[in-house]
């Protein structure tokens, strides 16, 4: 009877385990939040989620016991699965949302299927140039699929489907000169001196940081002013901060950061695995990126994202044919060592990479997505759809 206690429009957004899902389906829920829509972010139990979800405000957290299909962890997983799904079935016919998205992940899988007991559309959202098996499950049952890559649309049968690219956050733009002097003087290093950055995904790449350990005193030599900003995990940190130490590179090493646009947005260049959502945040920021995929992803989805992305001359690629250890392959070594050093110094080559990034268009994927939830989900109600002046969050 009350019009103004009329409740919102509500979403839900699953997006748990691994930062690859959670933040470009945070970057399309807080869309929707200013649109005016109510917003539930579905989570998992582990810890890289807690993690990442605290921080958020605006929306309701709600965890589910759903994991990832692993070799010898069938049962385990087909429990907590179905566990997964009769809660949110049980969630959604209390809550009756009205349209919910999923953001890859056998998390995100339950929450697709539960929508079938209430009037409410489901979505996916398909970072990988080869699709993920939870996606490649529920795709018959969504109304529309969006991807990131158009040669992934061949890979999943759904009823309808749109090529969106890659949802980045809204900090995630170009950096221009002395914005970048700002982001290094923030961190405590010289605003004018070249700055990697090395990352291997939310928890850290060994390999990568064996590499980078082993790489570092001969980087340095072709690089005298390098600075380093290193995302570790918490298994190499120690080691790698020791290794600048001794080497008296001006270092920064974390563990963990959720403010990963300030870090990207110091760097000259950067060394990273080549998970969409990383690679989205490199084209958003237009960073010169060597990508080293992580050669045992599901159906090698890395390679194949980061070829895309080197075909259109966009990254440089280079396969990890050495193994987990980081046990050196001397050609492999020399290799880094020159690009990383090119990436750093080669303003020309900079800035040809830096014009194919361009191209590919990030940050209008999360606007795209939610406004077209809004009008197939949400086709009575007045929300916003028009993102015209981007806002502060």
Known sequence: MKEKNKR?????????????HFYPGLAVARKL?????EVILLITEKEIDQVTSGAETGFRVIKVPAIGLTK????????????SYLKLRKLFAAEK????LGM???SSAPAVLATSYGRCKAFLHEGNSIPGRANRLVAPFVHTGFVHFPQSASRLHCRRLEVVGMPVRDGFIPVDESGVRGCRMSLGLH?????LLVMGGSQGAHAINQMMIQSAENILRRVADLQIIHLTGALDFK???ECYNKLGIKAIVFKYLTEMELVMGAATAMVSRSGASSMAEIAAMRIPALLIPYPYAADNHQYFNALAYEEMGAAIVMEQ???????????????????VAQLLLNKKQQDSIKRALAEWQEHKASIEMARRIIEIAFPQEKLMTDWNSEPVF
């Open 8 to 20: 919102s429009p509500l979403a839900v957004v699953a997006c748990g385990g691994s930062g690859g």
């Open 33 to 37: 939040l200013q649109a005016g829509c």
């Open 72 to 83: 010898g962890g069938g049962v385990r997983f087909t429990i907590r699965f179905l566990k």
């Open 97 to 100: 949302p009205g349209a919910v």
């Open 104 to 106: 890859g992940g056998f």
């Open 191 to 195: 605003p004018d001196k070249p700055t």
């Open 239 to 241: 080691e790698a901060t």
């Open 321 to 339: 044919d050495f193994n987990e250890k980081g046990d050196k392959a001397v050609d492999k070594m020399e290799f880094f060592e020159e690009i």
